[in-house]
């Protein structure tokens, strides 16, 4: 068997990483810089915490902030039309996954142009040109977009995510300052760290997986269970943790894919607009148990991650152990468990069922999924 792992080319970690990013530019031969990020973020002071490092730097610069939560295919064209007015050479992506994933989507764009309809981009798309020079500056810890293949848009008019795995769109950098992390809202923190969790987890179990993807989860899995519950509590220590951990998490699931946990998630955010970690985060415990019925000798891995004491247990009883070590950690984190509570409706369970069923991510799940088996798990989780 053949396994491929596509890494991106450069990356720094760690409080003040930023204060590499004029050096890089310069060094790459940048001459004009598209920010890309939000309002939320620019009216915060963290955007400005970028800014200021690019003008110390005299490094040219336009400013496009309109990025919003899930961002719509209408989003993503309004940024490409402000990267082709700015004339930019490079982009530079403040912001969580929503702002890191349009990022993607407009530089992809800009060099493959045919492609501009959007929609055509679902699934791996035959690009034939890397994306614009992407650097990427995550805010949370959660998609780990800094460092992936994968991107994730909106569309509103078939209520649905089009999920795009595209080698072409990785960020040629990655700065993980957490500085930039630190200020989010902790509700925020504890969402984005759920659906590191599910990529480390989903990653782990998931067809493609193998020793290189493994080593990965499992160590993203160790780093976050053990500092999710401290960065929620605003340990700064916990919270630079998380940045790395996030990124391993990254770095394995972007090569070997994820599973219907993702799937689910991605049409609870289409169609009720639930923030994707939340969403993650409502259907991990649920997929998990039914996912273990084909996985479970992975699942003693798992809770030896998380420190739990599997001595003596058999593998049936490690999956039930795993299932509560989620729910006593999303307990923790005060985190929504059932779809009731974000107003989904019972009359909405058929669509969301077909769409996940065709969702790109389905294939990679370790047990093979009918629409009946994903209508039996929402109904669970209502």
């Known amino acids: 068997m053949i396994n491929r792992i596509i890494l991106n080319e450069t990356s720094y970690f760690g409080p003040g990483a930023r204060e590499k990013l004029v050096p890089e530019i310069t060094k790459r031969g940048y001459k004009k810089v598209l920010l890309v990020t939000d309002e939320t973020l620019m009216k915060c002071g963290v ?24 961002p719509s295919i209408d989003n993503c064209k309004e940024g490409i039309e402000a990267c082709k ?64 293949i994968n991107y994730v848009i909106t569309d509103p008019e078939y209520e ?17 300052d957490t500085d930039l992390m630190a ?22 179990i998931t067809k493609g997986h193998w020793v290189m993807s493994d080593m990965f989860h499992l160590k993203a899995m160790e780093m976050i269970y053990e500092n999710l519950p401290k960065a929620a509590e605003k340990n700064r220590k916990a919270i630079d943790n998380m940045g790395i951990a996030q990124y391993i998490a ?14 689910l998630a991605h049409q609870l955010g289409a169609l009720y607009h639930v923030p994707h970690g939340f969403s993650c985060a409502l259907f991990l415990p649920y997929v998990l148990k039914w ?53 989904v409706k019972k009359e909405d369970f058929d669509k969301f069922a077909k769409q996940a069923l065709v969702d790109p991510c389905t294939s990679g799940n370790p047990r093979e999924v009918t629409e009946e088996d994903l209508l039996e798990i929402i109904k669970e989780a209502y």
Do not use: W
């Open 160 to 176: 649905v995510k089009r999920v795009c795995v595209d080698p072409n769109d990785i960020p040629v950098l990655a700065i993980v």
């Open 183 to 204: 200020e989010a809202p902790v509700n925020t923190i504890a969402a984005t760290g759920m659906d590191a969790l599910t990529h480390a987890m989903e990653g782990y």
């Open 291 to 343: 996912n273990g019925q084909v996985a479970k000798e992975r699942y003693r891995d798992i809770a030896k991650a998380f420190k739990a004491d599997t001595e003596g247990l058999s593998d049936d009883e490690c999956v039930d152990l795993v299932v509560q070590k989620v729910r006593d950690l999303e307990s923790t984190l005060k985190l929504k468990t059932h779809l009731s509570e974000y107003g």
């Open 47 to 70: 955007a400005k915490k970028v800014i200021d490092t690019l003008e110390a730097g005299h490094i040219d610069y336009q400013i496009f902030d309109q990025i919003k939560p899930d």
């Open 250 to 263: 990254g770095m394995g699931f972007s090569n070997v894919g994820l599973g219907i946990v993702h799937s």
């Open 85 to 148: 007015k700015a004339k930019a050479d490079c982009i530079v992506a403040v912001g969580g996954g929503s702002v890191i994933d349009s990022a993607k989507c407009i530089g992809i764009v800009m060099e493959n142009p045919e492609f501009s309809d959007i929609r055509s981009l679902e699934g791996t798309a035959d690009t034939k040109h890397r994306s614009l020079p992407l650097i990427a500056m995550p805010t949370t810890s959660g998609t780990a977009a800094e460092v992936t």
